[in-house]
């Protein structure tokens, strides 16, 4: 059974950073793409970011590139989302996700990804 764990969220002025992690469990980490996408309360789950198993692909929503930063160490099982110069809108709940399929490049889509994590707040103030 695939486990996935986020931390790292919490509350943060606008133009501040964080960083959250997702810890994996259950199989191989190495060989999947991974994902991290929010929802903000009354809107539905969006795409933020994702890696190819590698870390040599990325893929970003428009509303974040050039701000976030996704990574992921291997030896670790673990996958990063550097986020920076935070706005108001970034609010929501980040989760990470893991598909049951092997994707060669990154996916955007919630569809393709069969694991959840619990979440993980992250709040922007003005």
């Known amino acids: 059974q695939v486990q996935l764990v986020e931390s790292g969220g919490g509350l943060v002025q606008a133009g501040g950073s964080l960083r959250l992690s997702c810890a994996a469990s259950?199989?191989?980490?190495?060989?999947?793409?991974m994902g991290w996408f929010r929802q903000a309360p009354g809107k539905e789950r969006e795409f933020v970011a994702a890696?190819?198993?590698?870390?040599?692909?990325?893929y970003y929503a428009d509303s974040v590139k050039g701000r976030f930063t996704i990574s992921r160490d291997n030896a670790k099982n673990t996958v990063y989302l550097q986020m920076n110069s935070l706005k108001p809108e970034d609010t929501a709940v980040y989760y990470c996700?893991?598909?049951?399929?092997?994707?060669?490049?990154?996916?955007?889509?919630?569809?393709?990804?069969?694991?959840w994590g619990q979440g993980t707040q992250v709040t922007v103030s003005s």
């Open positions: 996700a893991a598909p049951d399929l092997y994707y060669s490049a990154p996916e955007g889509r919630a569809g393709s990804y069969d694991y």
């Open positions: 890696i190819s198993w590698s870390g040599g692909s990325t």
């Open positions: 259950g199989r191989t980490f190495s060989v999947y793409a």
